[in-house]
């Protein structure tokens, strides 16, 4: 429930305590305009209220226990929200001797959780070692996790480690889609006391041999990780796309455009589809199939403006891409927009923040897909960049990007 007190926002909820005897009141302050990067703070944890009958005992079900603060995601207040939210809420729900034994991650660079994952997370979960992570970071913490997860072969010891996600990123895609269903933003808070989990599932973005992963805020490129046959390969679970989105994503990538959190979107759409020097919207160049009930189905236009193949339902809290996409269900929506002109996208796709109402206009394709291929056919280095998560890959002149949903998960993520 919500309470408005003036000057500031008062988000309240009821969690289970471990051992099902008591449930534990939690009050967050989230300040008035609710800015969705800046967490909260904690203003009070009420009275237990003892249960007439309690309800399951999860105490053995504790897991070895990581915190990952990433320090850099969103605007940067994962240490402070850990320290001054959620520390005392575990301290609540599960006693200071528990929490003592939680081992804490700060993030120092861009890879510090592709590291983690790869050093300390994989080894373990390997040998089937029970793992919870919980995760202070946007949908970038989770796609490195997948990576990280999904960069070796599993033995069958392998058991997925449990991840809290605490929303921390700029627009929390995954997070606002599992938890589409709720009037309020809780960030994550009531799901630290929950041990009920499920698969995520996940999908393969696989490259032509010449693409580069962006770094640094594009200052720089690496190597992709390779498959059998050369090409490059990165692990998804919110979205890949080309064209539009993915420019905006690619050009939103610097201290300036991220000083303003989430509306860093909104500015570099409109710069994207009205130029400031008076040119039209660049038309992008490029060959679309997408693959349904084991069959390719190429898409007659060879011009685009929108291209994106999504596994949620929220690019942002208010703004549904997906709307026949449910929380978790492993399902892939493509949402594709032909050539129009700037305004004409920037109408259309102002609909999702209408429940999604975009996808019934007759100039957007929404279809249910297995797969998505796209063939870029451009020459300029910034009109071949794809995102996959957040993350920006650039792909060769005649570069590709084949997209598949996957059967198996490698983790699984806590729910309410």
């Not at 199939?289 to 208010?318: C, F």
């Amino acid at each position: 429930m919500e309470f408005d007190h003036g000057d500031c926002l008062t988000v309240s909820m009821w969690t289970p305590s471990l051992d099902g005897t008591h449930y534990i009141l939690i009050d967050l302050h989230v300040g008035a305009e609710e800015n969705p990067t800046h967490a909260p703070m904690l203003l009070g944890t009420g009275t237990p209220k003892r249960l007439k009958s309690p309800g399951p005992d999860r105490t053995v079900e504790l897991r070895e226990t990581h915190i990952v603060l990433s320090t850099g995601s969103g605007s940067k207040r994962a240490v402070f929200f850990f320290e001054w939210a959620v520390r005392p809420i575990l301290k609540k729900l599960y006693g200071e001797a528990e929490v003592a034994k939680m081992k804490v991650h700060t993030t120092e660079s861009e890879t510090s959780i592709l590291e983690l994952t790869n050093d300390v997370f994989f080894p373990r979960a390997n040998t089937g070692k029970p793992l919870r992570i919980v995760l202070f970071s946007g949908d970038g913490g989770i796609v490195d996790l997948v990576n990280g997860l999904s960069s070796k072969p599993r033995s069958d010891a392998y058991i997925a480690p449990q991840v809290v996600l605490l929303p921390l990123g700029t627009a929390n895609a995954l997070y606002h889609s599992i938890n589409v269903a709720t009037e309020e933003n809780k960030w994550g808070v009531h799901t630290l006391g929950s041990t009920t989990a499920k698969p995520l599932p996940i999908f393969t973005a696989t490259f032509s041999p010449g693409a580069r992963l962006l770094v640094d805020q594009a200052r720089s490129s690496q190597a992709l990780p390779k498959d059998e046959h050369g090409n490059g390969v990165l692990h998804g679970a919110v979205v890949c796309s080309w064209a539009v989105h993915a420019s905006i994503v690619a050009d939103t990538d610097t201290p300036e455009y991220r000083s303003h959190g989430v509306d860093r979107f909104k500015m570099a759409a409109t710069e994207a589809l009205h130029p400031s020097d008076g040119s039209p919207p660049h038309t992008y160049r490029g060959r679309i199939s997408y693959l349904q009930d084991g069959t390719w189905h190429e898409i007659e236009e060879k011009e685009h403006a929108y291209v994106l193949a999504t596994m949620v339902s929220n690019l942002e809290r208010p703004f549904c891409v997906s709307p026949r996409s449910s929380p978790l269900d492993g399902s892939m929506h493509l949402v594709h927009l032909g050539p129009m002109d700037g305004d004409e996208v920037m109408r259309i796709m102002g609909l999702a923040y209408q429940g999604g109402k975009h996808v019934e206009e007759e100039g957007v394709r929404y279809e249910s897909i297995d797969g998505l291929r796209i063939e870029v056919l451009e020459g300029e280095e910034r009109w071949r960049r794809v995102c996959v998560d957040g993350k920006i890959v650039r792909v060769e002149e005649g570069g590709w990007v084949e997209v598949r949903k996957e059967k198996s998960s490698v983790l699984d993520i806590v729910v309410a």
